[in-house]
T-cell receptor, first 114, second 113 residues
Framework: KQEVTQIPAALSVPEGENLVLNCSFT??????LQWFRQDPGKGLTSLLL?????REQTSGRLNASLDKSSGRSTLYIAASQPGDSATYLC?????????????FGKGTTLSVSS | DADVTQTPRNRITKTGKRIMLECSQT?????MYWYRQDPGLGLRLIYY???????NKGEISDGYSVSRQAQAKFSLSLESAIPNQTALYFC????????????FGAGTRLSVL
């Protein structure tokens, strides 16, 4: 059974720091991996999606990498800002078969202080 | 306006009551999903639907039912609510492309007393 783990569960950093959030999964046979941001009262927002054939994706100050063979993904946030404070969730899609559910990690709650 | 709208946003109810959570979307997507989120357990899939006539159980469907009234509307019902159904519920949609990115509503916080 696929399991997704995110470490650390919580992280506090001062503004301007670069930081890395980690996601690991037990079964390397995934179709893609997605990083979400969750803000209180606003649901989940998709940040980046990496297909299994890709190594990384970038969007602005965010960079997500994928090492499928080792079952790991990282989300790198450059020059963190207070507005980055949120919970970040990693989710894997186990296969391309229709109806395959996303399997979510429990998230990393990030707090960036000014 | 939000692309995926959930109503109500918050609900408190009593054990044994029937509750309906509603979801509507303006993204034109065929696929819709209901998840619940519990502290320490992450998000888990309850039901999903690929079109009006295609509804499927997810990981934790017991105690829930759904109705896909139209392409844009997908409702989740708790026939007889119990306290361990207290959770944050999310509706999501996807376009069914290869990436199948899911778009989430803002969530409904349900408390069953």
């Amino acid at each position: 059974k696929q399991e997704v783990t995110q470490i650390p569960a919580a992280l506090s950093v001062p503004e301007g720091e670069n930081l890395v959030l980690n996601c690991s999964f037990t079964d390397s046979a995934i179709y893609n991996l997605q990083w979400f941001r969750q803000d209180p009262g606003k649901g989940l927002t998709s940040l980046l999606l990496i297909q299994s054939s890709q190594r990384e994706q970038t969007s602005g100050r965010l960079n997500a990498s994928l090492d499928k063979s080792s079952g790991r993904s990282t989300l790198y946030i450059a020059a963190s800002q207070p507005g980055d404070s949120a919970t970040y969730l990693c989710a894997v899609r186990p296969s391309s078969r229709a109806g395959t559910a996303l399997i979510f990690g429990k998230g990393t709650t990030l707090s960036v202080s000014s | 306006d939000a692309d995926v709208t959930q109503t109500p946003r918050n609900r408190i109810t009593k054990t044994g009551k029937r509750i309906m959570l509603e979801c509507s979307q303006t993204k034109g997507h065929d696929r819709m999903y209901w998840y619940r989120q519990d502290p320490g357990l992450g998000l888990r899939l309850i039901y999903y639907s690929f079109d009006v006539k295609d509804i499927n159980k997810g990981e934790i469907s017991d105690g829930y039912s759904v109705s896909r009234q139209a392409q844009a509307k997908f409702s989740l019902s708790l026939e007889s609510a119990i306290p361990n159904q207290t959770a944050l519920y999310f509706c999501a949609t996807s376009d069914g492309t290869e990436a199948n990115i899911q778009y989430f509503g803002a969530g409904t916080r349900l408390s069953v007393l």
